[in-house]
Antibody, heavy 118, light 111 residues
Framework: EVQLMQSGAEVKKPGESLKVSCQASGYSFISYWIGWVRQMPGKGLECMGIINPGDSRTKYNPPFQGQVTISVDKSINTAYLQWSSLKASDTAIYYC???????????WGQGTRLTVSS | QSALTQPASVSGSPGQSITISCTGL?????????VSWYQHYPDRAPKLVLS???NRPSGVSDRFSGSKSGDTASLTISGLQPDDEGTYYC???????????FGTGTEVTVL
């Protein structure tokens, strides 16, 4: 069974850094792109970017380029989403997703809720 | 890349059929049969219900079906049930350099 298990909810202050994680199981981790989807409060879904765990190639949607860093550690089947300096506007739920061109986002993590507030 | 356009809301009575549209461009929805649909309940992870326009993943009810004409894809839910209430999103392949782009989302209400 494919599972994407995300790290827990976070409450941070503006300017702080953060790295959230997503551990995959039940499939060959390096065979599928994996990425992150944001849902801001009351808003729709936005894909931030994806990464190829085999070679760490990344594809970011333009609004997120330079704003976050997506990485992987294939030795532990884990993907990461990282911020160097959080803003209040980063408050959202972040979903880890497995991505395929033909099927889009076929498996989803349970979501990590991030609150950024002073 | 702009979000694909969906109606904000669609409603129907139990047992009826509803259709949700997802309009893009020739460069995305119109150019490829890589359109997917997702069901999203509040505080839960979205779930893939259709891929490649009209392929249902294992376990998804056959009440969900899809089609595409030109730059517009559609999701039809037949035999509407209270459990179908939620928000539905489409997504489409655009180019090899970015991931699928989402639609704006449609809130489904069962009257």
């Amino acid at each position: 069974e494919v599972q994407l298990m995300q790290s827990g909810a976070e409450v941070k202050k503006p300017g702080e850094s953060l790295k959230v994680s997503c551990q995959a199981s039940g499939y060959s981790f390096i065979s599928y792109w994996i990425g992150w989807v944001r849902q801001m409060p009351g808003k729709g879904l936005e894909c931030m970017g994806i990464i190829n765990p085999g070679d760490s190639r990344t594809k970011y949607n333009p609004p997120f380029q330079g704003q976050v860093t997506i990485s992987v550690d294939k030795s532990i089947n884990t993907a990461y989403l990282q911020w160097s300096s959080l803003k209040a506007s980063d408050t959202a739920i972040y979903y880890c997703v497995r991505h395929r061109i033909r099927t889009g986002f076929d498996y989803w993590g349970q979501g990590t809720r991030l609150t950024v507030s002073s | 890349q702009s979000a694909l356009t969906q109606p904000a809301s669609v409603s129907g009575s139990p047992g009826q059929s509803i259709t949700i549209s997802c309009t893009g461009l020739t460069s995305d929805v119109g150019g490829y049969d890589f359109v997917s649909w997702y069901q999203h309940y509040p505080d839960r992870a979205p779930k893939l219900v259709l891929s490649e326009v009209n392929n249902r993943p294992s376990g998804v009810s056959d009440r969900f079906s899809g089609s595409k004409s030109g730059d517009t894809a559609s999701l039809t839910i037949s035999g509407l049930q209270p459990d179908d209430e939620g928000t539905y999103y489409c997504s489409s392949y655009v180019t090899d350099s970015i991931p699928h782009v989402f639609g704006t989302g449609t809130e489904v209400t069962v009257l």
